[in-house]
């Protein structure tokens, strides 16, 4: 006779043999999900039945993480993890799940960390960039800080995506699903550039042991990010910086979420905190074109200079930047 225990799959096994099978034909995201799972669930519930998984069971987990100094996003995102799937074991009428043990459980809302470099950082990553001996890693990176792109849209381009004539990098499937072009400025064509001259490879930045895309950036950007003095510095606060920048030098929001491929527009509206300077220029110059001859102001640009674009930044020293 079946006993309930026989009848119900643990929690790993239902992952494992019905939830990720399923899940890899609908998400791109599967990977995430699965780590997910095995590094903050399993521990504690792989091997209890899923039956047997109440809020108790979830409650665990989140201690377990907050014990250990995860942030509230990160939490939530495995609490979205296990919500889904429970939600698709009630729907395949897996034995005994009748409720969801994750409905409406949340640690708090998400912290936003936004981390924009200083024009003086940038020109301190660039010179770490220049001197480690990591070269694709270093160029990958750099074209990061120049491209506003995403990490796995610099790793997996190839020279085929690159149009030279429209100075535009072609992203057959982005974050969001959809293709999208990435537009390049001067520095970023030179460099590519560079890298053509030498290339034995489809990939820009192939990885020297595999020639595929490198899977990750960890360690050379610890070690980058170390070197030039900038620890917490996260590799995708890059593409934050790309965005201040041009915020900061006036260019509008609309135009910032195209360069970046946001879909949302309210997804680019967190950069509109870095504008005070551009919105003080902008009065300042209605001051001297209405009322600046007789109240003989002075030039706004002189009087509250805004950080250059990137292309003037980079000049120097990008110009002579090292391929691999």
């Not at 020297?208 to 590799?235: E, M, Q, Y």
Request: charged share 20%; hydrophobic share 40%; proline share 6%.
């Amino acid at each position: 006779m079946e006993t309930r225990q026989d009848l119900s799959p643990t929690f790993g096994s239902f992952i494992l043999d019905q939830y990720l099978p399923n899940v890899k034909c609908f998400t791109r995201s599967w990977r995430t999900s699965e780590s997910l799972l095995r590094i903050y669930v399993f521990p504690l519930l792989e091997r209890r039945p899923i039956d047997q998984i109440d809020i108790t069971g979830i409650t665990a987990v989140v201690s377990r993480m907050q014990d250990l100094g995860y942030a509230s996003g990160t939490i939530n995102r495995v609490l979205a993890v296990v919500r889904r799937a429970f939600n698709l074991a009630r729907k395949w009428r897996v034995y005994g799940i009748s409720a969801n043990p994750v409905s409406g459980l949340s640690v708090g809302p998400d912290v936003l960390r936004s981390r924009f470099l200083t024009l003086e950082e940038a020109l301190r990553l660039i010179a770490a960039l220049k001197s480690d001996e990591n070269r694709v890693a270093a160029n990958a990176i750099l074209l990061l800080l120049l491209t506003g792109a995403r990490r796995n849209e610099i790793t997996h381009a190839k020279w085929d995506y690159v149009n030279w004539e429209s100075k535009t990098l072609f992203v057959p499937l982005s974050k969001t699903g959809r293709w999208r072009t990435i537009t390049l400025c001067r520095s970023a064509m030179s460099l590519l550039e560079e890298l053509r001259r030498s290339a034995e490879n489809e990939y820009n930045c192939p990885s020297p042991i595999t020639g595929r895309p490198s899977r990750s950036l960890h360690f050379p950007w610890r070690r980058i990010k170390r070197r030039a003095g900038l620890v917490g510095l996260r590799l995708h606060d890059l593409r934050h910086s790309f965005a201040s920048f041009l915020v900061n030098d006036g260019v509008s929001l609309y135009v910032v979420q195209q360069l970046l491929g946001h879909v949302n527009y309210r997804t680019t509206q967190r950069y509109s905190h870095v504008m005070p300077e551009a919105l003080t220029k902008a009065v300042a110059n209605l001051d001297v074109h209405l009322l600046g001859e007789q109240l003989g102001l002075p030039d706004p640009q002189a009087q509250w200079p805004l950080q250059p674009k990137i292309e003037a930044a980079s000049a120097s020293p990008w110009a002579n930047f090292p391929n691999t």
